[in-house]
């Protein structure tokens, strides 16, 4: 089974500012990396898919990188919508299909 | 417009069961993959079942193998999940996620609660 760690836990920033989000593989998953975000309340909402592809619809201050066992989301001016739960997810090497713990971004 | 709209939970007492379904519209049910996903209250997500989009394929998480049942009804638009020998650790939010070809969850229902409690 692939474990995907998130870092960190939680997250404090004001509105506008830039942030980088962290996942990491326990082993490869090539670009089968994808993000998605979670408010209070809401099913999760595909951000990013096969690592660095914007979802329809998701705006241009969301992107991400990286390959192998090393991912980043990266918000480029952070707005008040964005302050939500965001995880990451693979589905290079499957079953099982894994999802990060999560990553808590919260208004200082 | 995709929309994905899970019912059937509920209270259950542990040891019980219940069918959870998920009724698709806005889209070729048939063409399209499905997946459970859950998430326990102030928890993660955790990935509970596959079915392709015929039926033949089908996974399922250590965590629920022979205790649920994953299903599907295509004339009907329609994912079924039978859950059996309910325990608490299986009290979550239970969505079910559309899987398209080469893509990873890209439609989520509103989720439906179910509790395992005497």
């Known amino acids: 089974e692939i474990v995907l760690t998130q870092s960190p836990a939680t997250l404090s920033l004001s509105p506008g500012e830039r942030v980088t989000l962290s996942c990491r593989a326990s082993q490869s998953v090539s670009s089968n990396l994808a993000w998605y975000q979670q408010k209070p309340g809401q099913a999760p909402r595909l951000l990013i898919y096969?690592?660095?592809n914007r979802a329809t619809g998701i705006p241009a201050r969301f992107s991400g990188s990286g390959s192998g066992t090393d991912f980043t989301l990266t918000i480029s001016s952070v707005e008040p919508e964005d302050f939500a739960v965001y995880y990451c997810h693979q589905r290079s090497n499957w079953p099982p299909i894994t999802f990060g713990q999560g990553t808590r971004l919260e208004i200082k | 417009e995709v929309h994905l709209v899970e019912s059937g939970g509920g209270l259950v007492q542990p040891g019980g069961s219940l069918r959870l379904s998920c009724t698709a519209s806005?889209?070729?049910?048939?063409?399209?993959?499905i997946n459970w996903v859950r998430q326990a209250p102030g928890r993660g997500l955790e990935w509970v079942s596959y079915?392709?989009?015929?039926?033949?394929?089908?996974y399922y998480a250590d965590s629920v193998k022979g205790r649920f049942t994953i299903s599907r009804d295509n004339a009907n638009n329609s994912l079924y999940l039978q859950m059996n020998s309910l325990g608490a650790a299986d009290t979550a939010v239970y969505y079910c996620?559309?899987?398209?070809?080469?893509?990873?969850?890209?439609?989520w229902g509103q989720g439906t609660l179910v509790i395992v409690s005497s």
């Open positions: 096969d690592a660095s």
């Open positions: 996620a559309r899987d398209p070809p080469g893509l990873p969850f890209d439609s």
């Open positions: 079915i392709s989009s015929s039926g033949n394929v089908i």
């Open positions: 806005g889209f070729t049910f048939s063409r399209y993959s």
